[in-house]
């Protein structure tokens, strides 16, 4: 038989053209819970022809598993030409163009195969093909009605060749938001024909899945969609499936909300705790199985752990999440006898939950040791840095101030490191680079997918006369040290604001670092629209952001060389124009105080009473700190002020022993500045 894949080889025009994916529900599933109706609500559209599918993909396989992608892409080409075409997809003449494309894009001979396949359809406009089959029919036709049975195949098959090839390609995420599909999918999510009443009919209940499955892979793999989906009342739509009883339902709406909804308002949104109960049942379950599938709930244990993960970066999850159980699960998880891909998602995981739940995860038997022993023995990076971050997370109340405490050793385990080896060796005995002296650059902190926008800042400030330290590279080894020897050595710290910044673990350590040692920090917008909130909107306070997320002046370089000064400058010519003298930081460096420093002009603060100091805390969304401040008036509250200032490990320590969260001390420390 010829490799070419052709009509006559495998004859679809023989099967019943209203049968898509009865047998075959895993494309919906493919990575986010895709097989989740897999045993339950298989839909018979034409009666006993449903049995011709699993031999027609069985058939198909075994082309395929031989074709070369040439072979593939000359196969689909002109069938993605002919249904381009056409202006009406509710007749058979369609379907078998259709069924081919998504089967290929489900089961191409291997991986990377495949990868590029996804790539090719993206340039073949499927994005288009889906906007166009749907827009057409969507809200004319009741598509779930008996005589439209072969419209509502077609939709699917649509919907399912997108979604196979969503996860695989960037280039077809970034289609579909140019195309806006992602306000398409919104709206037919909100429509009557879907309402979450119908849920019970399994047709319409395949649809609200698949469409969910296509969403999470945009706004998963596309930042800058979150901001649109909001104002697309994305927040309130999928709200309106987390009130049904269909737990999947609920629990994906869950997981799409926690990328667009604010701290706020997941305080009001998550008020009891079921889905994440439901998430946990179906990570024990998918564990009990030999390939770590649960077909009772729909989801892989990676899948389940990846929901959790994203729902932990948020704060006020963490505590709710840990609650169910679970950390029992992800320590599992660490075992050489899981995949390294869940190796390195379980202790990024860990990491997350790590930043507010320190204490449960020092208790949880085996853990500490199961994260030594991926750093000293795992062959993989990501696995190794990850477990290595919730290492330093663990111990960081000792990391409050250069050349003190335990840190991370280059071989993995925790050790007490003297002040002199760290002098003569820098924060990590591996790292092999001197660190003392006086701060002399600008530190960079970003997240990875950042990088461009990152590269061309850094070399404007190089030009500039700045010296900068930035990681371009990806470090592999000893990233924690290399990290922290290059916070302690900066002179300020220009943190650059995105979602994924706030969402990473190792952003964030960067960040808690960068606030421990009390480093100035310069934030920078490179994601537009965004607002930092929790912990990140914490540490920017009231401080101003330089706005690179659109195209950038030479103004708004100018306002960020003012913002720097001569901090970081290798010599003191004039940069752009700008004389040196005349440049003035408009936030200016914490400076250390002593013993003999001047006062402070109290500007009436000590003649503040409790109720002040009440209505102060009140002011700065401190007022369920006011036990700390029993007995402070306005004298004490300027005392403790300076004592903040000359001796901030003292303070600060204080705060962390008492258990104090991230949010809270930044929000105190912003709000004793501005006393």
């Given at each position: 038989?010829?490799?070419?894949l052709?009509?006559?080889?495998?004859?679809?025009?023989?099967?019943?053209?209203t049968?898509?994916?009865?047998?075959?529900e895993?494309?919906?599933?493919?990575?986010?819970?895709?097989?989740?109706?897999?045993?339950?609500?298989?839909?018979?559209?034409?009666?006993?022809?449903?049995?011709a599918?699993?031999q027609?993909i069985?058939?198909?396989?075994?082309?395929?598993?031989?074709?070369?992608?040439?072979?593939?892409?000359?196969?689909?080409?002109?069938?993605?030409?002919?249904?381009?075409?056409?202006?009406?997809?509710?007749?058979?003449?369609?379907?078998?163009?259709?069924?081919?494309?998504r089967?290929?894009?489900?089961?191409?001979?291997?991986?990377?195969?495949?990868?590029?396949?996804?790539?090719?359809?993206?340039e073949?406009?499927?994005?288009?093909?889906?906007?166009?089959?749907?827009?057409?029919?969507?809200?004319?036709t009741?598509?779930?009605?008996?005589p439209n049975?072969?419209?509502?195949?077609?939709?699917?098959?649509?919907?399912?060749?997108?979604?196979n090839?969503?996860?695989?390609?960037?280039?077809?995420?970034?289609?579909?938001?140019?195309?806006?599909?992602?306000?398409?999918?919104?709206?037919?999510?909100?429509?009557?024909?879907?309402?979450?009443?119908?849920?019970g009919?399994?047709?319409?209940?395949?649809?609200?899945?698949g469409?969910?499955?296509?969403?999470?892979?945009?706004?998963?793999?596309?930042m800058?969609?979150?901001?649109?989906?909001?104002?697309?009342?994305?927040?309130?739509?999928?709200?309106r499936?987390?009130?049904?009883?269909?737990?999947?339902?609920?629990?994906?709406?869950?997981?799409?909300?926690?990328?667009?909804?604010?701290?706020?308002e997941?305080?009001?949104?998550?008020?009891d705790?079921?889905?994440?109960?439901?998430?946990?049942?179906?990570?024990?379950?998918?564990?009990?199985?030999?390939?770590?599938?649960s077909k009772?709930?729909?989801?892989?244990?990676?899948?389940?752990?990846?929901?959790?993960?994203?729902?932990?970066?948020n704060?006020?999850?963490k505590?709710?999440?840990?609650r169910?159980?679970?950390?029992?699960?992800?320590?599992?998880l660490?075992?050489?006898?899981?995949?390294?891909?869940?190796?390195?998602?379980?202790?990024?995981?860990?990491?997350?939950?790590?930043?507010?739940?320190?204490?449960?995860?020092?208790?949880e038997?085996?853990?500490?040791?199961?994260?030594?022993?991926?750093?000293?023995?795992?062959?993989?990076?990501?696995?190794?840095?990850?477990?290595?971050?919730?290492?330093?997370?663990?111990?960081?109340?000792?990391?409050?101030?250069?050349?003190?405490?335990?840190?991370?050793?280059?071989?993995?385990?925790?050790a007490?490191?003297?002040d002199?080896?760290?002098?003569?060796?820098?924060i990590?005995?591996?790292?092999g680079?001197?660190?003392?002296?006086?701060?002399?650059?600008?530190?960079?902190?970003y997240?990875?997918?950042?990088k461009?926008?990152?590269?061309k800042?850094?070399?404007?400030?190089?030009?500039?006369?700045?010296?900068?330290?930035v990681?371009?590279?990806?470090?592999?080894?000893s990233?924690?040290?290399?990290?922290?020897?290059?916070?302690?050595k900066a002179?300020?710290?220009?943190v650059?604001?995105t979602q994924?910044?706030?969402?990473?673990?190792?952003?964030?350590?960067?960040?808690?670092?960068?606030?421990?040692?009390?480093?100035?920090?310069?934030?920078?917008?490179?994601?537009?629209?965004?607002?930092?909130d929790?912990w990140?909107?914490?540490?920017?306070?009231?401080?101003?952001?330089h706005?690179?997320?659109h195209?950038?002046?030479?103004?708004?370089?100018?306002?960020?060389?003012?913002?720097?000064?001569?901090?970081?400058?290798?010599?003191?010519?004039?940069?752009?124009?700008?004389?040196p003298?005349?440049?003035?930081?408009?936030?200016?460096?914490?400076?250390?105080?002593?013993?003999?420093?001047?006062?402070?002009?109290?500007?009436?603060?000590?003649?503040?009473?409790?109720?002040d100091?009440?209505?102060?805390?009140?002011?700065?969304?401190?007022?369920?700190?006011?036990?700390?401040f029993?007995?402070?008036?306005?004298?004490?509250l300027?005392e403790?002020?300076a004592m903040?200032?000359?001796?901030?490990d003292?303070?600060?320590?204080?705060?962390?022993?008492?258990?104090?969260?991230?949010?809270?001390?930044?929000?105190?420390?912003?709000?004793?500045?501005?006393?």
């Amino acid at each position: 038989m010829s490799k070419q894949l052709t009509d006559t080889a495998v004859p679809l025009p023989s099967i019943a053209p209203t049968v898509r994916d009865t047998a075959d529900e895993s494309d919906m599933f493919r990575s986010w819970g895709r097989r989740g109706l897999q045993k339950n609500s298989a839909l018979s559209l034409a009666g006993d022809s449903s049995q011709a599918l699993p031999q027609l993909i069985s058939s198909l396989q075994q082309n395929l598993s031989v074709m070369t992608l040439s072979e593939l892409v000359s196969e689909i080409t002109p069938r993605f030409q002919r249904l381009h075409q056409l202006q009406d997809f509710s007749k058979s003449d369609c379907s078998d163009d259709l069924t081919y494309i998504r089967v290929v894009t489900r089961y191409a001979a291997n991986q990377e195969v495949r990868n590029e396949l996804c790539k090719k359809i993206a340039e073949l406009n499927a994005s288009g093909l889906f906007k166009q089959i749907w827009s057409l029919h969507f809200y004319s036709t009741d598509i779930f009605a008996a005589p439209n049975k072969v419209l509502y195949a077609n939709m699917v098959d649509a919907l399912l060749l997108l979604g196979n090839a969503a996860d695989k390609s960037m280039v077809l995420c970034t289609d579909m938001v140019n195309m806006q599909i992602y306000e398409d999918i919104l709206q037919y999510l909100s429509s009557d024909q879907l309402a979450p009443s119908k849920i019970g009919n399994l047709a319409l209940r395949r649809v609200v899945l698949g469409l969910m499955n296509l969403l999470y892979d945009i706004v998963q793999n596309v930042m800058k969609v979150r901001e649109p989906m909001r104002a697309n009342n994305a927040v309130d739509i999928l709200q309106r499936f987390r009130t049904v009883s269909d737990e999947l339902i609920s629990c994906k709406a869950l997981v799409l909300q926690a990328f667009v909804i604010t701290e706020a308002e997941n305080e009001q949104i998550n008020s009891d705790d079921k889905t994440f109960n439901f998430l946990h049942k179906a990570l024990l379950t998918s564990l009990r199985s030999s390939d770590h599938y649960s077909k009772r709930h729909g989801f892989s244990t990676i899948e389940v752990i990846a929901a959790f993960n994203q729902l932990a970066s948020n704060d006020n999850n963490k505590e709710r999440i840990v609650r169910t159980g679970v950390l029992s699960a992800y320590v599992r998880l660490l075992g050489t006898d899981c995949s390294v891909e869940e190796q390195s998602a379980a202790a990024q995981g860990l990491w997350t939950l790590a930043f507010k739940c320190k204490d449960d995860i020092l208790k949880e038997p085996g853990c500490v040791n199961a994260l030594k022993n991926l750093v000293d023995n795992s062959t993989n990076k990501m696995v190794k840095q990850h477990a290595r971050g919730v290492l330093w997370v663990l111990q960081s109340k000792h990391l409050t101030q250069p050349g003190a405490g335990y840190v991370l050793r280059h071989s993995g385990g925790l050790a007490r490191i003297s002040d002199e080896l760290k002098s003569s060796q820098g924060i990590g005995s591996g790292s092999g680079r001197q660190f003392s002296g006086s701060p002399q650059h600008v530190f960079i902190s970003y997240q990875w997918d950042s990088k461009a926008h990152v590269i061309k800042l850094k070399d404007h400030l190089t030009a500039a006369g700045y010296k900068i330290w930035v990681d371009v590279d990806n470090m592999a080894g000893s990233v924690l040290e290399a990290m922290a020897e290059a916070v302690e050595k900066a002179v300020v710290v220009i943190v650059c604001l995105t979602q994924k910044y706030k969402e990473s673990p190792n952003c964030r350590t960067e960040a808690e670092y960068t606030f421990r040692l009390q480093k100035e920090i310069i934030p920078v917008r490179l994601q537009a629209g965004y607002n930092p909130d929790g912990w990140l909107g914490a540490l920017s306070g009231s401080k101003l952001v330089h706005d690179f997320s659109h195209d950038e002046t030479e103004k708004t370089y100018q306002d960020l060389y003012r913002d720097l000064g001569n901090r970081g400058k290798i010599n003191s010519s004039n940069i752009n124009g700008i004389r040196p003298e005349t440049i003035q930081p408009t936030h200016k460096p914490p400076v250390a105080s002593g013993k003999n420093t001047p006062s402070l002009p109290d500007n009436g603060v000590a003649k503040w009473t409790f109720d002040d100091i009440l209505e102060w805390l009140d002011k700065h969304n401190l007022k369920h700190l006011q036990n700390w401040f029993s007995g402070f008036d306005g004298v004490v509250l300027l005392e403790y002020k300076a004592m903040r200032k000359d001796t901030p490990d003292t303070f600060y320590e204080m705060l962390k022993d008492s258990k104090f969260a991230l949010v809270d001390m930044l929000r105190l420390s912003h709000a004793l500045n501005q006393l």
